[in-house]
């Protein structure tokens, strides 16, 4: 009888009431030892734990009696590396030292549940038979208490909180809006999340993914907006996952990306909280992982790659304008060098004659051709920006400067390149920067080389047979089925509001409808109701 | 596949875009030239009348698509006709649209060839576009709809560039006096400028994949109707601009058209135009390549038309290898185009008037 209502008290008290994503589903499948069952000997139960955790220094064993209860010896065992020591002593060693003299066996309650319910000061608390559920509870820096003549066991929650102030995200500044960015710490992340949408129906889908991390995954998502076979899809693709370890979300994100060899990310990855709700607000889902500070959303489309969180903070003819910045200096980073040198080898005619004699002047005594000599500039810039990006701070500021001017200025005066060259590049370089995600600069870094690669064989023909080639694959490709190209090719004229430009947000009444949310309107919705004057 | 259901992949503006890319190429340089050697000054109204007689052919083809939603010509003409027959029919279909797409490279490749590389090989350029043309072709139909989509808000732009010459050089009085060329000469000219008009039959290859059919269909219509005002606007400009005998002999009008604007940091604004247009070309070669695949897989019921794709791609590469010279092309192309005219204009009224007398097809269920 017992059993049964423990077990029954067991599914109250796990935190996923669905068995999917339970605990025991985490537990290794057929690992190759096999840990003993829980006895009612103590002595027993600690051998075996001691033999798993053997060589571990920082794993302790506290054995104590009870008063008045000399014959049946406690013992607590944890990892000390994990515990919170302060929580140990004040709420479970002091309650359990003094309290636990009120307990008579008279009562009708067992000891086991009393300390469970009257003695010990920890809000999560649990009863369990299973040794896996020890050996993952210790692992998780939880507190096991072992009664001897009882095979029910208590995992008390003592975790240490090891994690950094909030600070602001480095990649992702702004000049107007939040300056908090998410931690390591994926409860710190999703309270921050928490604080800006209180929201009941903001769900929180916890899996447990990686055989030996055990790394958490946090799923958010509001039920009510998202389309829900896109969370299933998700969860789907997150728990067919099998690998020992995720470390980070980058793990992740190939996971889910459809097309791995693709140049383009198809997941958008933030260190902003409030770009998160923004995203959950418009029918995405966000995935946090424990122990890595950005958050994947998905599914995302490329104009949202060129959009930043300010877009929305500062006014709206300002924002429309930094987006076609964002949009010409990605193509200019894209294609420049190649249009320039494809203009200076193959299409010299059709530049302004005055135009082509500043830009021929001292070429006759360069010793590389153009193609060559463009190639060269730009592996010189990428192995500044790669050697100032591995320095630290100042170090680095100072590596890009000397590399940047010094062989820019020595390699003009040494005749390996010619000045139009260097300014070339130069813009190249410089508008690959305004786009605001790494990610996607990465990409255009690959394409450029693509253009140029084109442009030296076929001209301006080539350059426009690599961006055709470009755009087919951006519209072969799909972010977790939505089509990445969205809302341009499939066009939906009421999201073009929030694409290349931004329209005023009193304009943007709908949700993005590419993500078919349960709910388009973005007002008049929610449980709060409208506010009453 | 074959005669299994087809999948509905296009949205209606997808549909309408692939409409437009595919009846938009090279007759959208040369037609004033058709215009005034057929007719002379009044050639524009030759275009408009030539449109109407179009997009009452299409209506034709809509009519005929409307009885049989779910198929494509190719499976309702073997629904009428038999299997033998319809398939027959099928391949003539197939034939004029690899030989418009191959003839379409070889204009192609020439025009690049004068503009842009001079001394590049044609068969680079063959070879490069074909390769291109091959990496959307083996995808999906949706995904052809939507690079269609880009590229008709690419060059719908390059339209607006047709405005500035006019504003420089036009002269409205090379307009007047209207109808002097003489009606029955104005109605001789229609057919040689039906010639820029091929590719509207695409939409009957097309039509069975549209996700909402009675939309598409008015989407068609309307996509044929912008063409034809864009042609009309286009030769009206290029009248107003250009004295007639030399509308008569440019080649390409529209480009030398396009290189009297200047631009301070370029010296000839036409390879902005010529570039843009390549795109334009690679939307009727591949949208033709598509299509001749589609229908090689439904007259034969083959599975995979990645393998067919693979298969054609010599054989358009061939028509424009062995296509020769500039003017043998230009006689080919019109040989080309005035036999998928003849197919467009009779076939689809002898296969509904079947349909009628064998009461076959009519509603979704057909």
């Given at each position: 009888m017992i059993?049964v209502?423990?077990k029954k008290?067991?599914?109250?008290?796990?935190?996923?009431p669905?068995?999917k994503?339970?605990?025991e589903d985490f537990?290794p499948?057929?690992?190759s030892?096999?840990p003993a069952?829980?006895t009612?000997?103590?002595?027993?139960?600690?051998?075996?734990?001691?033999?798993t955790?053997k060589?571990?220094?920082?794993?302790?064993?506290?054995?104590?009696y009870?008063?008045?209860n000399k014959?049946?010896?406690?013992a607590?065992?944890?990892l000390?590396t994990l515990?919170d020591?302060?929580?140990?002593n004040?709420?479970?060693l002091?309650?359990?030292?003094?309290?636990?003299?009120?307990?008579?066996?008279s009562n009708?309650q067992s000891i086991?549940?009393f300390?469970?319910k009257?003695c010990?000061t920890?809000?999560?608390?649990?009863?369990?038979?299973?040794?896996?559920?020890i050996?993952?509870?210790?692992?998780?820096?939880?507190?096991?208490l072992?009664?001897?003549?009882?095979?029910?066991?208590?995992?008390?929650d003592?975790?240490k909180?090891m994690e950094?102030?909030?600070e602001e995200?480095?990649?992702e500044s702004v000049?107007?809006g939040?300056?908090d960015?998410?931690?390591?710490s994926v409860?710190?992340?999703i309270?921050?999340?928490r604080?800006?949408l209180?929201?009941?129906?903001l769900?929180v889908?916890?899996?447990?993914?990686?055989?030996?991390?055990?790394t958490?995954?946090?799923?958010?998502?509001?039920e009510d907006?998202?389309?829900?076979?896109?969370?299933k899809?998700v969860?789907?693709k997150l728990?067919?996952i099998?690998?020992?370890?995720i470390?980070?979300d980058?793990y992740?994100e190939?996971?889910?990306?459809e097309n791995?060899?693709s140049?383009?990310?198809q997941?958008?990855n933030t260190?902003?909280p409030?770009k998160?709700?923004?995203?959950l607000?418009?029918?995405r889902?966000?995935?946090?992982?424990?122990?890595s500070?950005?958050?994947?959303?998905?599914p995302?489309?490329?104009?949202q790659?060129?959009?930043?969180?300010?877009?929305y903070y500062?006014?709206?003819l300002?924002?429309?304008?930094?987006r076609l910045?964002?949009y010409?200096s990605a193509f200019?980073s894209v294609s420049?060098?190649?249009i320039?040198?494809s203009?200076?080898?193959y299409?010299?005619?059709?530049i302004p004659s005055?135009l082509?004699e500043l830009?021929l002047?001292g070429?006759?005594e360069?010793?590389?051709p153009?193609?060559?000599?463009?190639?060269?500039?730009?592996?010189?810039v990428d192995?500044?920006?790669e050697a100032s990006?591995r320095?630290?701070?100042?170090v680095?500021?100072a590596?890009?400067?000397v590399?940047?001017?010094?062989l820019?200025q020595?390699?003009?005066v040494?005749?390996i390149?010619s000045p139009s060259?260097?300014?070339?590049?130069a813009?190249?370089?410089?508008?690959?920067?305004?786009v605001?995600?790494?990610a996607?600069?990465?990409?255009l870094?690959?394409?450029?080389y693509?253009m140029?690669?084109?442009?030296?064989?076929l001209g301006?023909?080539?350059?426009?047979?690599a961006?055709?080639?470009i755009?087919?694959h951006?519209c072969?490709?799909e972010s977790?089925g939505?089509?990445?190209?969205?809302p341009?090719?499939?066009?939906?004229?009421q999201?073009l509001?929030?694409s290349?430009v931004?329209f005023?947000i009193?304009k943007m009444v709908?949700?993005p409808?590419?993500?078919n949310?349960?709910?388009l309107?973005?007002k008049?919705e929610s449980i709060?109701?409208?506010r009453?004057k | 596949?074959?005669q299994?259901?087809?999948?509905?992949a296009?949205?209606?503006?997808?549909f309408?875009?692939?409409?437009?890319g595919g009846m938009?190429?090279?007759?959208?340089?040369?037609?004033?030239r058709?215009?005034?050697?057929a007719v002379?000054?009044?050639g524009?109204?030759?275009?408009?009348?030539?449109?109407?007689i179009?997009m009452i052919n299409?209506l034709v083809?809509?009519?005929?698509?409307k009885?049989f939603p779910?198929?494509?010509?190719?499976?309702y003409?073997?629904?009428i006709?038999g299997?033998?027959?319809g398939g027959?029919?099928?391949?003539?279909?197939?034939i004029?649209?690899i030989?418009i797409?191959?003839?379409?490279l070889?204009i192609?490749a020439?025009?690049?060839?004068?503009?842009?590389?001079?001394?590049t090989?044609p068969?680079?350029?063959?070879?490069?576009?074909?390769?291109?043309?091959l990496y959307?072709c083996?995808?999906d139909l949706?995904i052809?709809?939507r690079?269609s989509?880009?590229?008709?808000f690419l060059?719908i732009?390059?339209?607006?560039l047709?405005?500035?010459?006019v504003?420089?050089?036009?002269?409205?009085k090379?307009?007047?006096?209207i109808?002097k060329?003489g009606?029955i000469?104005i109605?001789?000219g229609?057919?040689?400028?039906?010639y820029?008009?091929?590719?509207?039959?695409?939409?009957?290859?097309f039509?069975?994949?549209a996700q909402e059919k009675k939309?598409?269909?008015?989407?068609?219509?309307?996509s044929?109707?912008i063409?034809?005002m864009i042609?009309?606007?286009a030769?009206?400009?290029q009248?107003?601009t250009?004295p007639?005998d030399?509308l008569?002999?440019?080649?390409?009008?529209?480009?030398?058209f396009?290189s009297?604007?200047s631009?301070?940091?370029?010296?000839r604004l036409d390879?902005?135009?010529i570039?843009?247009?390549?795109?334009?070309f690679?939307?009727?070669?591949?949208s033709?390549?598509y299509?001749?695949?589609?229908?090689?897989?439904?007259?034969?019921?083959?599975?995979?038309?990645?393998?067919?794709c693979?298969l054609i791609?010599?054989l358009i590469f061939?028509?424009?290898?062995?296509?020769?010279t500039i003017n043998?092309?230009d006689r080919?192309t019109?040989?080309a185009?005035?036999?998928?005219?003849?197919?467009?204009?009779?076939?689809p009224?002898?296969?509904?008037g079947?349909s009628f007398l064998?009461k076959?097809g009519?509603?979704p269920n057909?």
């Amino acid at each position: 009888m017992i059993f049964v209502r423990l077990k029954k008290l067991w599914h109250k008290l796990s935190p996923n009431p669905s068995p999917k994503e339970s605990f025991e589903d985490f537990s290794p499948k057929n690992e190759s030892f096999d840990p003993a069952e829980i006895t009612s000997n103590l002595d027993n139960n600690l051998e075996t734990l001691l033999k798993t955790f053997k060589n571990s220094s920082d794993f302790s064993i506290k054995r104590f009696y009870i008063e008045k209860n000399k014959e049946e010896p406690l013992a607590i065992l944890y990892l000390d590396t994990l515990v919170d020591t302060i929580t140990l002593n004040k709420n479970i060693l002091e309650p359990l030292m003094h309290k636990s003299m009120k307990y008579s066996s008279s009562n009708k309650q067992s000891i086991i549940d009393f300390l469970d319910k009257s003695c010990i000061t920890v809000s999560d608390v649990i009863q369990t038979k299973e040794m896996q559920e020890i050996i993952t509870g210790i692992l998780l820096g939880k507190v096991i208490l072992l009664l001897h003549n009882h095979s029910e066991v208590l995992i008390i929650d003592c975790k240490k909180s090891m994690e950094r102030d909030i600070e602001e995200p480095l990649l992702e500044s702004v000049s107007r809006g939040a300056r908090d960015g998410f931690t390591e710490s994926v409860h710190t992340n999703i309270s921050l999340v928490r604080q800006r949408l209180k929201d009941p129906f903001l769900k929180v889908r916890k899996l447990v993914i990686g055989e030996r991390t055990q790394t958490e995954v946090c799923v958010l998502y509001i039920e009510d907006i998202v389309n829900s076979s896109l969370v299933k899809n998700v969860i789907q693709k997150l728990s067919s996952i099998q690998t020992d370890g995720i470390l980070s979300d980058g793990y992740l994100e190939e996971y889910l990306e459809e097309n791995p060899y693709s140049p383009f990310p198809q997941v958008d990855n933030t260190e902003r909280p409030d770009k998160v709700v923004a995203s959950l607000l418009e029918g995405r889902v966000a995935i946090l992982v424990d122990g890595s500070p950005s958050t994947l959303v998905v599914p995302i489309f490329l104009i949202q790659l060129f959009q930043s969180p300010e877009d929305y903070y500062q006014r709206t003819l300002y924002a429309g304008m930094l987006r076609l910045l964002r949009y010409l200096s990605a193509f200019i980073s894209v294609s420049f060098p190649a249009i320039y040198l494809s203009l200076l080898t193959y299409h010299s005619q059709f530049i302004p004659s005055t135009l082509i004699e500043l830009l021929l002047t001292g070429r006759s005594e360069l010793p590389f051709p153009a193609a060559l000599e463009i190639l060269i500039l730009l592996f010189q810039v990428d192995l500044i920006q790669e050697a100032s990006s591995r320095l630290l701070g100042r170090v680095g500021q100072a590596a890009g400067i000397v590399g940047s001017i010094v062989l820019g200025q020595a390699a003009i005066v040494a005749n390996i390149t010619s000045p139009s060259t260097v300014v070339v590049i130069a813009t190249t370089f410089l508008s690959s920067y305004v786009v605001p995600r790494y990610a996607l600069s990465f990409s255009l870094r690959i394409l450029r080389y693509l253009m140029i690669f084109a442009a030296s064989f076929l001209g301006i023909y080539g350059v426009i047979m690599a961006w055709l080639i470009i755009i087919i694959h951006l519209c072969s490709i799909e972010s977790m089925g939505t089509p990445y190209l969205a809302p341009i090719s499939p066009t939906k004229i009421q999201s073009l509001k929030d694409s290349i430009v931004r329209f005023p947000i009193k304009k943007m009444v709908n949700r993005p409808s590419e993500l078919n949310p349960k709910k388009l309107v973005r007002k008049g919705e929610s449980i709060h109701g409208t506010r009453k004057k | 596949m074959g005669q299994e259901k087809n999948d509905p992949a296009l949205t209606p503006f997808q549909f309408f875009s692939l409409l437009f890319g595919g009846m938009l190429g090279f007759g959208s340089l040369n037609i004033s030239r058709f215009a005034t050697v057929a007719v002379g000054r009044d050639g524009w109204i030759s275009v408009l009348l030539g449109g109407i007689i179009v997009m009452i052919n299409t209506l034709v083809f809509i009519g005929l698509s409307k009885r049989f939603p779910e198929k494509t010509i190719i499976q309702y003409s073997k629904i009428i006709l038999g299997k033998f027959l319809g398939g027959a029919i099928g391949l003539l279909f197939v034939i004029s649209a690899i030989f418009i797409a191959g003839l379409t490279l070889a204009i192609t490749a020439f025009i690049i060839n004068s503009w842009i590389l001079t001394f590049t090989p044609p068969y680079i350029i063959y070879i490069t576009m074909l390769l291109v043309s091959l990496y959307v072709c083996i995808k999906d139909l949706k995904i052809l709809g939507r690079v269609s989509v880009i590229l008709f808000f690419l060059h719908i732009i390059f339209f607006f560039l047709f405005i500035p010459p006019v504003t420089q050089m036009g002269n409205l009085k090379n307009l007047f006096p209207i109808g002097k060329s003489g009606w029955i000469n104005i109605l001789k000219g229609i057919p040689s400028i039906l010639y820029c008009f091929a590719g509207y039959e695409l939409i009957s290859i097309f039509y069975p994949y549209a996700q909402e059919k009675k939309k598409s269909a008015k989407v068609g219509l309307l996509s044929i109707s912008i063409l034809v005002m864009i042609y009309t606007f286009a030769v009206i400009t290029q009248i107003i601009t250009f004295p007639l005998d030399y509308l008569k002999k440019a080649w390409v009008p529209s480009v030398n058209f396009i290189s009297i604007i200047s631009v301070p940091f370029l010296e000839r604004l036409d390879i902005i135009f010529i570039s843009s247009w390549i795109y334009v070309f690679f939307k009727v070669i591949s949208s033709f390549y598509y299509a001749a695949t589609l229908e090689i897989q439904q007259i034969f019921n083959v599975k995979n038309r990645k393998f067919i794709c693979v298969l054609i791609a010599p054989l358009i590469f061939s028509i424009a290898f062995f296509s020769g010279t500039i003017n043998q092309i230009d006689r080919f192309t019109f040989v080309a185009t005035s036999y998928t005219l003849g197919l467009s204009l009779t076939v689809p009224i002898i296969l509904l008037g079947l349909s009628f007398l064998f009461k076959k097809g009519g509603g979704p269920n057909a």
